[in-house]
């Protein structure tokens, strides 16, 4: 039986096999699964089964990653980035429903995974079989950035929005990487921001109501719903 971790490596490899060719603009995610694909695009390049790639990283961590294998990098609206056509792009998700519509944000990058990846031709999705649901919310909180000023008033307004009735929101505490406590002061995200984590006990009627609604709210930067933007999903489970 795979363990979680080989299930991770083995969508990530796959998606980067299937989808990644020579000369691509590529947008590489943030994550446990995301990391095995930044992994085999640099293993590639170094065979020089691959040339020629650009990516885009989605988060200071993925960057990290990337330089350490000498994936070449560039941001959005660059000239290698081909002022922002990026072929494609691949990045885990902490939920998917049977529309293809996801929770991300849990490793707290959802801002910048979303600018890239609303800009690829193809947005690939890997996950292993636990990420999916019958609907979004109660497999796992929806992630929030707001602005640190007044957060207090953001996150009522927040627990407010009728699109999001039934949800709990929580300040992140200590890593901005996880949605788990483990310190005191309030995470920080890249970009300086705080993260509201909102949880469900009953699935989202209408997530993209829910993301305009959000999306609205003053304080509120970015949220972790990406809704129809999914091309297609690569699922990992105990058949392979």
Same mark, same amino acid.
């Given at each position: 039986?795979a363990?979680?971790?080989?299930?991770?490596?083995? +969508?990530?490899? #796959?998606?980067v096999?299937?989808?990644?060719?020579?000369?691509? +603009?590529?947008?590489?995610?943030?994550?446990s699964?995301?990391?095995? *694909?930044?992994?085999?695009?640099? @293993?590639?390049?170094?065979?020089g089964?691959?040339?020629? %790639?650009?990516a885009?990283?989605? =988060?200071?961590r993925?960057?990290? @990653?990337?330089?350490?294998?000498?994936i070449?990098?560039?941001?959005?609206?660059?000239? /290698?980035s081909?002022?922002?056509k990026?072929?494609? !792009? %691949?990045?885990? &998700?902490d939920?998917v429903?049977?529309?293809?519509?996801?929770?991300?944000?849990?490793?707290?990058?959802?801002?910048? /995974?979303k600018?890239?990846?609303?800009?690829?031709?193809?947005?690939?999705?890997?996950?292993?079989d =636990? #990420?999916?649901c019958d609907?979004?919310?109660? =497999?796992? !909180?929806?992630?929030?950035?707001? *602005?640190?000023?007044?957060?207090?008033?953001?996150?009522?307004?927040? !627990?407010?929005?009728?699109?999001?009735?039934?949800?709990?929101? @929580?300040?992140r505490?200590g890593?901005?990487?996880?949605?788990a406590?483990?310190?005191?002061?309030? *995470?920080?995200?890249?970009?300086?921001?705080?993260?509201?984590?909102?949880?469900?006990?009953?699935? %989202? $009627?209408?997530?993209?109501? $829910?993301? &305009?609604?959000?999306?609205?709210?003053?304080?509120?930067? /970015?949220?972790?719903?990406?809704?129809?933007?999914?091309? =297609?999903? %690569?699922i &990992?489970? #105990?058949?392979?």
């Amino acid at each position: 039986m795979a363990t979680q971790d080989e299930l991770k490596k083995q +969508v990530g490899y #796959k998606a980067v096999d299937d989808y990644v060719k020579s000369g691509m +603009v590529v947008g590489l995610g943030t994550g446990s699964t995301a990391a095995f *694909a930044v992994e085999r695009v640099g @293993q590639l390049l170094k065979e020089g089964k691959l040339t020629d %790639i650009v990516a885009i990283p989605t =988060s200071v961590r993925t960057k990290e @990653q990337a330089e350490e294998l000498g994936i070449p990098l560039t941001t959005l609206g660059t000239p /290698e980035s081909r002022f922002s056509k990026i072929d494609v !792009a %691949i990045d885990g &998700a902490d939920a998917v429903d049977p529309q293809l519509n996801l929770i991300k944000g849990g490793g707290g990058a959802l801002f910048r /995974e979303k600018i890239v990846e609303e800009c690829a031709d193809k947005f690939i999705v890997i996950v292993d079989d =636990s #990420k999916m649901c019958d609907g979004l919310g109660p =497999s796992f !909180a929806l992630p929030v950035e707001i *602005a640190p000023f007044c957060w207090e008033h953001t996150m009522r307004a927040i !627990a407010e929005l009728p699109s999001l009735k039934g949800g709990k929101p @929580q300040l992140r505490l200590g890593s901005s990487a996880n949605n788990a406590v483990d310190g005191k002061d309030p *995470a920080v995200t890249d970009n300086g921001l705080y993260i509201v984590d909102v949880f469900f006990d009953t699935p %989202i $009627a209408d997530a993209p109501k $829910a993301a &305009a609604e959000l999306k609205g709210l003053c304080g509120v930067f /970015e949220h972790g719903l990406f809704c129809g933007m999914t091309t =297609s999903v %690569i699922i &990992a489970g #105990k058949d392979g």
